[in-house]
């Protein structure tokens, strides 16, 4: 089975700071990792996977997520945080070797605060 | 480019009255399409998804149904509507296993 965790609920940063948003995660095999962005009363929008290669993936609006093998991580960063980058922060994981049709399991989401 | 078009935004609908939504899907062929809930502004419940026309898998039970009659259409129905069914309802669509799912804008329900 395979599992996602984001540790915090919620995360508060001052803009121009940067931002980490923690998610860990647990497959049988090798993971295929995402992360979305959720604005209220909308969609999730995705912003950046990891399926292989290098560690580091960049994406969309100047954020990137480093995967990290041992620690079975996936954290989601920005080196400097806008107050519009405030929403729901969703990360998602699926077993390369499972099935797409079922597709991704998704953490429990983390409510980002960039405070101005 | 693709597109996800879910309607309406937003309904109320009494208990037990009937439910339809329908999400559709231009710019590509044979997707897998989704369902799923958002409850509380939360956590995802995965619904029903799709692979085919006319093929439907459930992964929760309850008075919920999905159905897919065309390729690039989704729909999911209630006969009858409970309180609980109240939630923001999420179509989202699949192209391969290593592509995003890509989410339609939502339709948030309030049964009253």
């Known amino acids: 089975a395979q599992s996602v965790a984001q540790p915090e609920d919620q995360v508060n940063v001052a803009e121009g700071n940067p931002l980490t948003v923690k998610c860990t995660y647990s497959?049988?095999?090798?993971?295929?990792l995402f992360w979305y962005v959720q604005y209220p009363n909308r969609g999730l929008q995705f912003l950046l996977k990891y399926i292989t290669g290098d560690n580091l993936v960049k994406g969309s609006y100047g954020f990137e997520a480093e995967f990290n093998k041992s620690q079975t991580s996936f954290h989601l960063k920005k080196p400097s945080a806008l107050v519009s980058d405030s929403a729901l922060y969703f990360c998602?994981?699926?077993?390369?070797?499972?099935?797409?049709?079922?597709?991704?399991?998704f953490g429990s989401g983390t409510q980002l605060t960039v405070l101005p | 480019s693709q597109t996800i078009h879910q309607w309406p935004a937003t309904l109320v609908q009494p208990v037990g009255s009937p439910l339809s939504l329908e999400c559709t899907v231009e710019?590509?062929?044979?997707?897998?399409l989704y369902w799923y809930r958002q409850a509380a502004g939360r956590g995802l419940q995965l619904l029903f998804y799709s692979v085919g026309i006319g093929q439907i898998s459930s992964e929760v039970p309850q008075n919920l149904s999905a159905s897919r009659p065309q390729d690039r259409q989704f729909i999911l129905s209630s006969k009858k509507l409970l309180l609980s069914d109240s939630g923001f309802y999420l179509c989202?669509?699949?192209?391969?296993?290593?592509?995003?799912?890509?989410f339609g804008n939502g339709t948030r329900l309030t049964v009253t």
């Open positions: 497959v049988s095999g090798n993971p295929y």
């Open positions: 710019g590509t062929s044979n997707p897998n």
């Open positions: 998602a994981v699926r077993d390369i070797g499972a099935g797409s049709a079922r597709q991704l399991t």
């Open positions: 989202a669509w699949l192209r391969d296993g290593n592509s995003p799912l890509h």
